[in-house]
């Protein structure tokens, strides 16, 4: 892909300066891994066996576990067809494992006419042939257990693909049928129906209502879908479709999965006599907000679509299967609410074991704010006995490298690209990237990373038009850029064809073509290189039990930094533009270099002593 010159030229800048920002001489020396180059076809791909159990630091491994995100269509591609692959992870598990994560999330790679990334599953019991075979998803499970990594896959349980043989089902049957009881059709309003039932509008934009030709070819009902129309709603009243999912979630924890991360786990029941709605202007990418104040305060009305209390039966419910099960499977959940307070609803103790903190996700670099939202969480989750599960980046968000650093009103998003007003400076973004991950990895409570993160990767504004995939691209007719930016196949050799994605230049979304500055091979060993930095955070916070650990605020650095003590750590962030003086103690992490005496701007250390 060739982007503006502009832009290209300030991605590369942004990796240079990261790199060389480093080796300017530091009065302190960053503990850092001495790290043999590997190429990623060379690497290990069978690891001695390791006990599972023994790696955790507690049973209750999901307390304090670090778990990689992988979006398996841009993590690795092992057949040369641009598209990321289930054998291409297994290759490639030798570098989690070099990089110290605990467990991998997989985002779906079910059957699917990947209308939505995989997000619109045709049969829960299948993989897509994209992506391999049932042997291949058998082999990846087995090779990570070796290698001492649990294995999370994503199910997608509020609506399907309408490719489902389900829905093709509920379209025949017709109205009044049992078939079509299984989703949300409806009458429409108006003398004819020629109306949609209610006024809800689709997260990816448009109408959240589609009308059906019926089998007789006259016009009919209407069916909902919260998402894109290719997506539509399940009725989670009908018993018949719950029962079709514990079957789901038995047949991959009988395979062996270690848990579920479930999509739209704050959808799924909608309120009764479905209601019109119009959300709030700021509503997020994935229907929450990008407002620092409001994860903490008091809960306020919700969406009829979202967070109603009848979720919370379904997974006390997938809680008693998982329990039946041993090993400590575990369920995350995707539930994009506001308050905090009501996140912490999805994890009382008969219910989920974690809940993405999406409002740490959405906080500016802030200090004010950023302490807020910790003290918050870890008081609001605490409440319930759930640890706080922090995210930075996932692939529906600007990569945090980016987001960072935003200057326009976009704070959280609908994804940015060229006509973007107020795109982020990537050195700034990068610095407070590094600066906010290192904040994030001291923190007590699992930790989420993102695919790529771990190179400091910016989003990929430049991607042309006609490249672009994402449904809301599509249903905002391109007003808004959605989330292909952070979903570009990631770099792994700077020398290679689609720099190492796959064996060749095929790249199912176009990579920029200044990435070679951030690829993997060029970072490894490099003690400067935001891997390394990755490396050495996860290995001192397994060390110092950081996951484990307690926070206790330390005052007296001013209004625009973050510190606190976890263990025999203390860590000290700096949010503001001035430098900060650091007490003394031996510096044994730092997300750039300083002369180890005044704390830079955007800049985050942790200290010992
Ligand atoms: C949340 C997923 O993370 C996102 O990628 C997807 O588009 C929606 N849910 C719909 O499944
Ligand atoms: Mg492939």
Redesign the pocket.
Known sequence: MTGSKNTAEAIATSAAASATAFTTASTTTPTTDVVTTAAPTAGPTTATPTDLDARALTPEWWRSAVIYQIYPRSFADSDGDGMGDLAGITDRLWALTELGVDAIWL?PFYRSPQR??G??VSDYFDIDPLFGTLADFDRLLAAAHEAGLRVII?I?P??TSSDHQWFTEALAAGEGSEERARYMFRDGRGASGQLPPNNWES??GGGAWTRVTEPDGTLGQWYLH???TT?PDLDWENEWVREKFREILRFWFDRGVDGFRV??AHGMIKAPGLPDYTPPADSGS?GGTAHDSKHTGEPEPTAPYWAQPGVHEIYRDWRRIADSYPNARILAA?A?VDPLSRVAEWVRPDEMHQAFNFAFLETTWNAAALRRVIDASITTFGAVGAPSTWVLS???VVRHASRLALTADNLQGHGIGPKTVGLPDPVLGLNRARAASSLMLALPGSSYIYQGEELGLPEAIDLPDEARQD?TWFRTGGTRYG?DGCRVPIPWQAEEPSYGFGPTEASWLPQPSDWAAYARDRQEGVATSTLELYKSALRLRREHRLGVGSLNWLSGFGDDVVAFRNGDVSVIANAGDAPVPLPAGEIILTSRAFDGRTLPADCTVWLLG
């Open positions: 985002s939505d990334g997000y619109d994503d997608v509020n609506h997260v990816f919260l998402f894109d997506q999509d739209v994935m995707e994009w996932n692939h529906d449904p989330r």
